[in-house]
T-cell receptor
């Protein structure tokens, strides 16, 4: 149990489907992240939310739409995806603002959602 | 552009030896560097953090060094065990953003 829960763990969808990935963190952190992990490539940062406000959008196509209703929940809405979007999507959280202002940036990851686009 | 390279895609060593993994970066001045372990089909798990003003950090059998002149970090696992077999990722962070940039990882295999 990592404290960050992602659902579903596996998802297969067609290019015309609409689906959502869900992430919930039970660690009391202020920041949440979506990363994409493809084979032979480094983890790619997609979005960052800090206190529910989006602070990073790493030039992600609009077919990926994030939503952060509160500091504990993060969604990734998927619409008209392409086969090359098939990957492991990882959610993470961190406490970026510590007492005294010194941050560590340590990320706590969920187990990921394995997405296959047909 | 910013680039992080981890020395090799895979590293095979014998049980009991010390594994040394390398992380090199260019066009970046990180405030800190982190190492993560990732097992197949699982999310990465944080291992160690070292800041720009620190030379070395230790945790049990793990040791990390950070040389900001060489722009390099070394990650050592002493007395390696088959259970240490996994992919190890380095990641760089800055003072000004919440962005963490990852390398591609090195897959370590420790054989008996």
């Amino acid at each position: 149990e990592t404290g960050v829960t992602q659902t579903p763990r596996h998802l297969v969808m067609g290019m015309t489907n609409k689906k959502s990935l869900k992430c919930e963190q039970h660690l009391g952190h202020n920041a949440m992240y979506w990363y994409k992990q493809s084979a032979k490539k480094p983890l790619e940062l997609m979005f960052v939310y800090n206190f529910k406000e989006q602070t990073e959008n790493n030039s992600v196509p609009s077919r990926f739409s994030p939503e952060c209703p509160n500091s504990s929940h993060l969604f990734l809405h998927l619409h008209t995806l392409q086969p090359e979007d098939s990957a492991l999507y990882l959610c993470a959280s961190s406490q970026t603002r510590l007492a005294g202002g010194r941050k560590t940036g340590e990320l706590f990851f969920g187990e990921g959602s394995r997405l296959t686009v047909l | 552009s910013q680039k992080i390279e981890q020395n090799s895609e895979a590293l095979n060593i014998q049980e009991g030896k010390t594994a040394t993994l390398t992380c090199n970066y260019t066009n970046y001045s990180p405030a800190y560097l982190q190492w993560y372990r990732q097992d197949p089909g699982r999310g990465p798990v944080f291992l160690l953090l070292i800041r720009e003003n620190e030379k070395e950090k230790r945790k049990e059998r793990l040791k990390v060094t950070f040389d900001t002149t060489l722009k390099q970090s070394l990650f050592h696992i002493t007395a390696s065990q088959p259970a240490d077999s996994a992919t190890y990722l380095c990641a760089l962070g800055s003072r000004n953003t919440d962005k963490l940039i990852f390398g591609t990882g090195t897959r370590l295999q420790v054989f008996p």
